[in-house]
Structure formats: C-alpha cells, structure tokens
C-alpha cells in the first residue's frame, strides 16, 4: 500500500523560510515522478515542482523558480521542497504527488498518488 505523508508546513513570516517533507512508503522515490502541488482556499490545485524519475531533474512553476527547490533523499525514500523568500501568495495547502512515468509532469491528473496535504501560511 502506498502511502506518501507530508510534514514541515506552518506558520511563516513573508521572506521567511520552510523545509516541507514527503516521507514515501509502499513506492520507490528515485523510481517515480514525484511532484508538489498547492491548493489555495477556493483555487484549483496548481502545480509547484516535479523530480523526474532515475536522472532527478528538477522542473518549476515560474512563481516559484528561483526560490522553492525539490530534491530526494533516496536512502531516506524522502523528498523535499525548500521554500525561500515565501510570499502571502504561497498560502496553501500543500501535497506531494507520486506517478511511475518518466518525463516531466506538471498536470494533477498525471499522478496516480496523493498525500494527506500540510497546511503553509505566510504572513505579511
């Protein structure tokens, strides 16, 4: 049984920092397109990043390049999302994603798991 479990939200300040995690079990992380994805309150679920399968490439949303950044730790079967420099407009609840396909995926409906989502409030 997969089960994908985030951590590390809450309450920031704006410019402030947070690490979120997404301990995996039941999957592989290094074996899978793993993505972050945000749903703000009465918005639609948009994406945030994406590690490709194998090779770990890393692909971002214009609103958050050069700011968040994923990364995996395989040993750990964990994978994280660094997020710099937060801004009120990054307010949301936050959910790591798993699909076994390559290439990069940015659509919700590309993966196939889901985490329960952790809750990131930045304040002005």
């Known amino acids: 049984q997969v089960q994908l479990v985030e951590s590390g939200g809450g309450l920031v300040q704006a410019g402030g920092s947070l690490r979120l995690s997404c301990a995996a079990s039941g999957l592989t992380v290094s074996s899978y397109a793993m993505g972050w994805f945000r749903q703000a309150p009465g918005k639609e679920r948009e994406f945030v990043a994406t590690?490709?399968?194998?090779?770990?490439?890393?692909y971002y949303a214009d609103s958050v390049k050069g700011r968040f950044a994923i990364s995996r730790d395989n040993a750990k079967n964990t994978v994280y999302l660094q997020m710099n420099n937060l801004k009120p407009e990054d307010t949301a609840v936050y959910f790591c994603a798993a699909v076994l396909v390559s290439g990069i995926r940015s659509a919700p409906n590309d993966y196939e798991y889901w985490g329960q989502g952790t809750q990131v409030t930045v304040s002005s």
């Open positions: 590690v490709t399968r194998i090779y770990g490439t890393s």
